[in-house]
Structures are given as structure tokens and as C-alpha cells.
């Protein structure tokens, strides 16, 4: 009976894991519309669990700051990108899922360098 009750106990532990872990990967992005954002990168963090673009965008005028989440370094690493993909100055097109909240948050699906090459999340996605 201990025997039956600690494999209960350990496999209640893991499904409540395993959840929190999926929870953690499910960006809080509305998918249901691509954003189109032009603007000059500040900085590049190049760091886990998530690479991160800040990217000031011009909005008539005024200067919106965004956050643009990626993936981790290695599988940007695998998709073509490195350390010095981006520099504080460059012009980029990125196209994003906004945060839900409303803020100026946003998961990167591509993004096109002032040179015309294109970079991408993880992979180019079917919708682009």
C-alpha cells in the first residue's frame, strides 16, 4: 500500500510539473493577428531562458518602446542568429504576436534586417 500511494504521489508530482512547464511556454500572445512593427533596435540580450530585443518604434511622433521575446540561444543559434545579429542602431521590420495585455510586449515570428535578409522565431512558420 506505501509502495502504491508514493506512485500516486510521484506521478500526481509530475503531471502538475509537466503543466507548470507548458504554462511557462505558452506566451501570453494573441495569435489571431500579426503586428507589423518598423523601428531601430537599442539592445539585444543574448541571454536564457530568452533571447530579448528592445525596439524603439516611431508611432507619429511619439517613441513606443517594445520588448520583443524570442527563443533560447541555442535554438536561435540554429535558426542562424548570434550575438551579433543585431547591434544597438539597426533598423529592423519585425512581425509579432502582442502580448494580450495590451502592453508593448511581444513574442518575435520574423524579422527583416535593413538589408532585406530575413531571420525567424524558430523556423519559418506556415502563416508567413
Known sequence: ???LRTLALA???MVLAARASFAHHDWPADRSKLVTLHGTV???TWANPHVTIRLDVDNDGSVEH???GVSSPKVMTDNGWDK???TPGDVITAFVYRFRNGTHVAQL???VLA????LYYAGPPRNL
Do not use: P
Not at 538589408?115 to 530575413?118: L, S, T
Open 1 to 3: 500500500m506505501t509502495t
Open 11 to 13: 506521478a500526481i508530482g
Open 42 to 44: 537599442t539592445a539585444l
Open 66 to 68: 517594445w520588448i520583443l
Open 84 to 86: 551579433t545579429t543585431l
Open 109 to 111: 515570428q520574423k524579422m
Open 115 to 118: 538589408n532585406g535578409r530575413e
